[in-house]
Antibody
Framework: QVHLQESGPGLVKPSATLSLTCAVSGVSISSSNWWTWIRQSPEKGLEWIGD???????NYNPSLKSRVTMSVDKAKNTFSLRLTSVTAADTAAYYC???????????????????WGPGTLVTVSS | DIVMTQSPDSLAVSLGERATINCKSSQSVLYSSNNKNFLAWYQQKPGQSPKLLIY???IRESGVPDRFSGSGSGTDFTLTISRLQAEDVAVYYCQQFYSTPWTFGQGTKVEIK
């Protein structure tokens, strides 16, 4: 059974960089799937951040693209998120998820998200 | 961006009764090349992450009870819970994966009347 687990600091200072890692178990991250980050806040609801393939191909939400970098570590079976220059508006629960389906996001064909990790709350505050 | 709008924002239904949630997309999510609607439904219980219920607008994910069903095409979709159970209390979201950025509805909270 596929399981995902987010990890990273729960508190980040304004203007700093938010870094999170998602550990994947039960399947190789080098499978055909894409892997995604989503966040949830009371203000914006569920917001897709971006996704990544083990080949290194990425697909980012244009609203965050200038601040987001995603990467994959095949040896550790993990993928990561970096979000720079954070503000209070970046306070949210952050989720990682596997994408189901055969879509290739960089070609404009997407996938649903399943399963999701339990999420990690990140607060941006000094 | 495709805007997903759900209605109602919340509803209270008696146990054993039907719950109906609507989702409208600002443009069609029907992909002409395979005639599939690029829409999914999720359930989020308090304190938990969202869980996939339905994809391709009407295909139930493995293990999801058959009282959950999805319908619709193009821009108008419906999630129906045919006989509401206590464990169905949750917030339900629709999501389009037709056009990037993938977007979600604002959620519909289902409670017991």
């Amino acid at each position: 059974q596929v399981h995902l687990q987010e990890s990273g600091p729960g508190l980040v200072k304004p203007s700093a960089t938010l870094s999170l890692t998602c550990a994947v178990s039960g399947v190789s991250i080098s499978s055909s799937n894409w892997w995604t980050w989503i966040r949830q806040s009371p203000e914006k609801g569920l917001e897709w951040i971006g996704d990544i393939h083990h080949s290194g191909a990425t697909n980012y939400n244009p609203s965050l693209k200038s601040r987001v970098t995603m990467s994959v570590d095949k040896a550790k079976n993990t993928f990561s998120l970096r979000l720079t220059s954070v503000t209070a508006a970046d306070t949210a629960a952050y989720y990682c998820a596997r994408e189901g389906g055969n879509g290739i996001p960089v070609s404009g064909v997407g996938n649903w998200f399943d399963p999701w990790g339990p999420g990690t709350l990140v607060t941006v505050s000094s | 961006d495709i805007v997903m709008t759900q209605s109602p924002d919340s509803l209270a239904v008696s146990l054993g009764e039907r719950a109906t949630i609507n989702c409208k997309s600002s443009q069609s999510v029907l992909y002409s090349s395979n005639n599939k609607n690029f829409l999914a439904w999720y359930q989020q219980k308090p304190g938990q992450s969202p869980k996939l219920l339905i994809y391709w607008a009407s295909i139930r994910e493995s293990g999801v009870p058959d009282r959950f069903s999805g319908s619709g095409s193009g821009t108008d979709f419906t999630l129906t819970i045919s006989r509401l159970q206590a464990e169905d209390v949750a917030v339900y979201y629709c999501q389009q994966f037709y056009s990037t950025p993938w977007t979600f509805g604002q959620g519909t909270k289902v409670e017991i009347k």
